[in-house]
Each structure stands twice: as structure tokens, then as C-alpha cells.
């Protein structure tokens, strides 16, 4: 039983990190591939903040949010001068850069030995360790990335996104900074992908690179298209069903040196699937152009 | 010191040359980018290892067999992928994403058929090297040198003087054009992969004698063949040599400087400079610009 609320909660961050990437690549067509490059900042953040400071993991995550948004601040500026795959090799290039500074700056980071012992999150002092504790906390931000991420989206300043994605002339034709636009989509993508990672980070109480590699990415970035671009059920659907769906290979009884490639092989095919038969995914209004 | 370190450059800068200019003949035929070329590259290492070590079949044969091999899978993975795709009309992006998947896919299936260790080619011991201008160079690593300066030839000759190449080079600059005039396009793409497919296959060969083989590998190999064609300016064969040796000069040179560790961070930054700076490559044609 503790092991399907620990697949609950690891697919409750996972959906935290799918509906933030819809909003860049969904809702705004920008094809950003580096978006575990944002958690992999908040969640360092916070643990460091955490074991060398002894910041409240509270305030840890509140930091490392705005760091990792900051990051995005950066990320969007070659969105501004480059399209499509052209963006996409960039951002991949951007999540390559964070990935070896989290590996290769030894005397921070502890390189990928990692970092053990991070402490977990505190209410009223007492540690929330409990698995169901953490379901609630991590459900909650599900719903609180849900609600902020709707409310852009579903406003005038969703509207304009879109305009972004289907035809970036003509909304700066209509007097639209596209630019701000942009940026302001990748400082909130990376803002709650950096919580996601914080989250990630006080639940498992140790995190090294290999949590953060550009697979992981590519992985986000299947389970937005998967569930459906620009569609927020989309990325519950998403976020969950291709956390939860190989799980299933465990307990048919494969050892992990079977089951661990298998999924990826499974992931692999469904995204060429995916491409073929139906690019705009299960829910999705919108496919890239 | 410094002399190693170019020499150093050049090895790593010939490998990927040889997987930049496969990339490039696929490139100017699709327009995309055809990710799982890494992963034809590391296919190409592991049926060399299947062929040379478990089959114990002669090292000429079992090579040549590998590069025929890795040139049908290219051809397979666009008829049963990117063949489907280009009847929709999609975007680059989608075909991108495809690209993708058959890389994650066959790289794990490589992984659960041959496991995650490390193998290699080499049967005896690594033999000293020839002095060379105060650095030293190995017989492998002087056949790598040369031999991605001879496949360089094969294609830029292939491409500007034979029939093949012309219609490679009509279907790039316009597809519509080279069907008015009768050219097959899908049968000149077939013909693209197989080529480049057997380079990056040649290249996985020739890295796996040198250094090791494992299921990951792909990865980096097509990361830096992208990079070292975007750097060369996309598209041009000419470019693609270019772009892989100056690539691996500036990674082994920064290496000088800092740790070994930072080579791929170096390799993406000089990519972004280039993408925001020269978009379109030292060798770079302009038509590239209605693009970016």
C-alpha cells in the first residue's frame, strides 16, 4: 500500500512538471525541451539552502521556485530569436548545460555522488514523513499549479498566448509584445517545475544528477503531448497514466534490468505512435505546425 | 601538452565529422532533424561487436557487414516512420519528436539485448603509439583520421559529380521542382538514409575500437553531429567536416583549461553562440534565414 502512494505522489510532481510545460508548449507553441533543467535547479536549490544553511525546506522552495524562474527568464531568450526545432536543439542544449553543472561543479553540488540526508518538510514541528502526509501536501500544489495555470490560460493574457502560437506576426501586429509574453510563460513554467523539483527533492531526501538527465526532459515533454497539448485534463491524464501504466511492468514480476529499459522501449513507441496517428494527443486542440 | 591536446581534437573532431556528414545527406533530403541517426551509430558499434567478437567472424567482413546493416535500419526507420509522417504534412516538430521515440526505443532495446556494461572491439592489449610532433597517435587512431577524410571525399564527390547526387541535391533545394521534372523523391530519401545511415554506422565502428561500447552512446554522438553540423552550417556537406573537427578542437582545447567533465557543457554553449550570433554556420547558406 505504501508503494502505490509513493507511485501517487511521484505522479502528482510529475503532473506539477507536465501542466507547467503545457503552458510553454502547448498553450504558447514554443517547443522547449530542456524542462527538467528548472527542477533540477529548485530541487538543488532548496536541499542545499536546506543542509548547509538550515533554511526551512518551506522557504528553501519558495527560493528555489524563483531561482529556477530566473533560469526560464534566461531559456527564453533564444525563444525569441529562434522557432521550432531550432529552439527546441537550443533549450535541449540549455538542459545539457544545467545537467553538467549539477554533475561537474564537485565543491556545490557534490557532483553525482549526490546529496543525502535532505531533510522533509515541516508543519507546526512535526516532519511530514508519513507517505498520505505527503499525498495531501503534493496534491495540494497539484491543485494550486492546476488553478494558477487554468486562470492564465482561461484570461485575455491566455488569449494572447495563443494568438503567440498560431501566428506570432499577426499578434505583434495587434500591438502585442510577443517577447514579454514569451518570457513571462517561461519564468511561470519554471517556476512551479522548480517546485516540483523541491518537492521531488524533500520527499525522496536525496537527489544526484541522474534524477535530471535529458530524458527525463524528453519524458515531460511525452506526457504533455501524450495527455494533450493545451489541454489541462490533458496533462492530469498525462502525468499520471505513464507513471502509473509501467509500474504495472513491476508487478507482472520483470526484474528492474528488464522492466527499467522495457518502459523506456514502451515510452519510446508510444511517442512515435503518438506522432503518427495523433500528434495533437488524447484530449489536445492543438498540434504543432 | 598542447600537441596532444589538438591531436586529441582532431580524433574526437574526425568521429564527429563522419556522423555530421551522414546527418547532412539526411538532413538536405527531409529537413528535419533525424535524431535516431545516434542511435543507427551505436546499432553500428553493436553489431560490429556481434559479427567481430561473438561470431568471431573475420574483422573486414564483420564491418562491412555492420555498415550494410545500419544502412538498412536508416532506410526502415524512414519507411516505417517518417514515411507515414510525410504523407500528413506535418511539422518539424513532430517528426522531431518521432525522431525521438525510435531513439529511446531502439537504444533500450539495445540495452535489454546486449545489458548497460561496457564492451569493446579491442581484442589485445592497446599497442604504443608513433611519436608524432611531440604528441602520440595510435594506428587507430591515425585509420579514424583518415578514414574521415576519405568518406568526406566519397560524398562530396558522390554529391557533386554523380546522378544520385544532383537529385539529392534538386530534392533539397525543391521538392516540387525535382517531381515536375521526374525525380522520385521518396526513392532519392531511401537512397539519402542508406548513405548516411552507413556513415554513422561507419563512425560507431571506428569509436568502438578506440574507446567502448555502450547502449547510451548514441546520445552524445548525435548530439554533437547535430552541433557540429548547425556550427558548419546546416545543410552543407563541406560545413559538416568543418563544424565536427572545429567542435572537437574547441572541446579538447577548453578541456585544457577546465575539467574533462565540462565537454558537453562547452560543446552546447559554442552551439547557442552560434544560433544567436551565426545562425547559419561557418559554411552557412542564407536560405537557412526565412527559418530561424
Redesign the interface.
Known sequence: MEYLIHILIISGIYIILTLSLNLIVGFTGLAALGHIAFACVGAYTSSLLALNLGVSPWVGLLIGAILASIIGAIVSFPSLRLKGDYLAIATFGLGVIVYSIAKNWVGLTRGPMGLPGIPAFKIFGYEINNVWAYLVLVFIFVIITFIVIRNITKSPFGRILTAVREDEIAAEAMGKNINKYKLIVFVVGAFFAGIAGSLYAHYISFIDPSSFTIMESITVLLMVVFGGMASLKGSLVGGSLLVILPELLRFLGMPSSVAAPLRQMIYGLLLVILMIWRPQGLLGKYRFK | MIHQLILNGLIAGSIYSIIAIGFTVIYRTIK??HFAHGVVYAAGAYLAYTFFILLKINPFISFILSIVLAAFLGMAIDRF?YS??RK?K?????????S??????????L??IF??QILTLRTGPVKEGHHLLGAIITDTQILIIVSSLVLFFICWLFSQRTKFGKAIRAVSDDPIGARVVGINSEKIIMIAFAIGSALAGAAGILISLETNIEPTMG?NAI?KG?IAS?IGGIGSIPGALLGGLFLGLAENLGIWQI?A??K??IA??I??LF??LR?SGIMGVKTEKE??
Do not use: C, E, R, Y
Open positions: 528535419f532533424f516512420v507515414p509522417l500528413h506535418t511539422s518539424n516538430l513532430v517528426f522531431l519528436l518521432a525521438f521515440g525510435v531513439f529511446i526505443f531502439l537504444q533500450n532495446l540495452q535489454l545489458g548497460a546520445l548530439l547535430i548547425m575539467q567533465g565540462w558537453d557543457a552546447f554553449v552551439l547557442i544560433l544567436l545562425p527559418k530561424i
